[in-house]
């Protein structure tokens, strides 16, 4: 029997802020301010992190209003860990979840970025268009 050692350790819990403001521009996501970290991150329903040597190296957060939608937000694998199904593994806790204590009938989005759609249709998520259209503003 062939033992395989894992060196990535997946967790329930919410990054803190430091965390969120370094993973996010590392992982090739856009930064945040830390203002806008602390009023967001206390409104999260559910958070993982994937941790290396004790350090956070992914994460991954839905938010949303509990009953009727919710949102997959703040993907990221820092670049040298990625490519080893950490993203994988973050949506497989996410969506987990949402299905274990969300609503039947919850509707649950995204935003995929470049490739990023191929992960996330192998949990279930498809495309809107042309029956609907993703919409964005920044205030």
Known sequence: MQITFDPYELSVELPTVETYLR???A???SAKPR???LLSLPNTWHAVQIRHGGE???MGRVIGD???FFQVVDICVLPDHQRRGLGKRIM???IGEL???APAGAYVSLIADGDARYLYEKFGFRE???ASVGMHRTV
Do not use: M
Request: charged share 25%; proline share 12%.
């Open 27 to 29: 992982s090739g996501l």
């Open 99 to 101: 299905e274990r204590r």
């Open 56 to 58: 956070p190296v992914g």
């Open 23 to 25: 993973l996010r521009p």
């Open 66 to 68: 509990g009953g009727c």
């Open 92 to 94: 497989a806790e996410l």
């Open 35 to 37: 203002e806008v970290a």
């Open 128 to 130: 809107t268009a042309p």
